[in-house]
């Protein structure tokens, strides 16, 4: 369960940044996604470390990898 809230909590602040910072979707969209396709961490359209869904999360312009790859 303290996952669950844990990710709730961070999909939450992720979509209220989003929102605050202008709703902006990154220029670099397409180019986090083909680094993300490529990490080790990919599973199934999701960050393994994270949680993400990242067809979502690569366009929010104030998201970052959890493990600085973009």
Excluded: Q
């Excluded at 910072?21 to 396709?37: E, P, Q």
């Excluded at 993400?52 to 600085?68: A, D, H, V």
């Amino acid at each position: 369960m303290k996952f669950f809230h844990r990710r709730l909590f961070r999909l939450i602040k992720a979509v209220y940044c989003w929102a605050v910072g202008g709703c902006r979707v990154s220029h670099l969209a397409k180019n986090r996604m083909r680094i993300c396709k490529a990490c080790d961490f990919f599973s199934s359209g999701k960050c393994a470390l994270c949680g993400c869904i990242l067809k979502y999360k690569t366009k929010m312009e104030t998201e970052e990898c959890p493990i600085n790859k973009w």
